[in-house]
């Protein structure tokens, strides 16, 4: 069975412009969950949507936002965009929320931003 | 606030040597603990997890983490390291309440395995 896919892989783009970046989970999956990733600040948890509805969220200002459609695909869009949000984007699925939680969320590869 | 030091940014060590990385957390009660392990070019892989009861967790991949509430620590171990654990290895906690255990990460432990 086909793995996470996130689309594109990379991205570059320019201060104050929005990227929204996509994410298929594996069939079946209902959970779809967001990580930041960068050397400054580490991993941090974006936010989860399950069922079409967020369930969690981090601490990410509003520019950050996200949905999930009803064959689960989520999509993750950062407008006004920072240097700072320069970062890998990781998406991960799981069968039911709280992925983190469980030995069976399985991440995508990651898609690449760079804000210059 | 809650927050979570991995004091060793690189270790090295032998393939077939034991293997201790080190976590401290800093949170006014015991958090849920856990351990993510990053492999090259991969998403993260959740090791093991701390909720309650015996203070020595056994994991995937031959992993166990012991917590210790008077170090605040929970401390990750393997007696044998292979060369494919080579990888970035993740502590983070949970608050123990409020229904969501968003996890709040460590800065990371690269481990190199040396032949």
């Known amino acids: 069975k086909a793995g996470v896919t996130q689309t594109p892989r990379y991205l570059i783009k320019t201060r104050g412009q929005q990227v929204t970046l996509s994410c298929s989970p594996i069939s079946g999956h209902r959970s779809v969950s967001w990580y930041q990733q960068t050397p400054g600040q580490g991993l941090q948890f974006l936010f989860e949507?399950?069922?079409?509805?967020?369930?969690n969220k981090g601490n990410f200002p509003g520019r950050f936002s996200g949905r999930q459609f009803s064959n689960s695909r989520s999509e993750m869009n950062v407008s006004t965009l920072e240097l700072g949000d320069s970062a890998l984007y990781l998406c991960?699925?799981?069968?039911?929320?709280?992925?983190?939680?469980?030995?069976?969320?399985?991440f995508g590869p990651g898609t690449r931003l760079t804000v210059t | 606030a809650q927050s979570v030091t991995q004091p060793d940014i690189h270790i090295t060590v032998s393939e077939g040597a034991s293997l201790e990385l080190r976590c401290n957390y800093s949170y006014g009660a015991t958090p849920y603990l856990f351990w993510y392990v990053q492999s090259p070019g991969q998403g993260l892989q959740l090791l093991l997890k701390?909720?309650?009861?015996?203070?020595l967790v056994q994991g995937i991949k031959g992993f166990e983490a012991e917590f210790k509430r008077s170090q605040s620590s929970f401390n990750l171990r393997k007696p044998s390291v292979h060369w494919s654990d080579a990888a970035e290895y993740f502590c983070?906690?949970?608050?123990?309440?409020?229904?969501?255990?968003?996890?709040?990460f460590g800065r990371g432990t690269s481990l190199i395995v040396h032949p």
């Open positions: 949507y399950f069922s079409e509805t967020q369930r």
């Open positions: 701390y909720f309650s009861g015996d203070t």
């Open positions: 983070a906690v949970a608050p123990p309440s409020g229904g969501s255990y968003i996890p709040t």
């Open positions: 991960a699925s799981s069968l039911e929320t709280g992925g983190w939680l469980s030995y069976e969320q399985y």
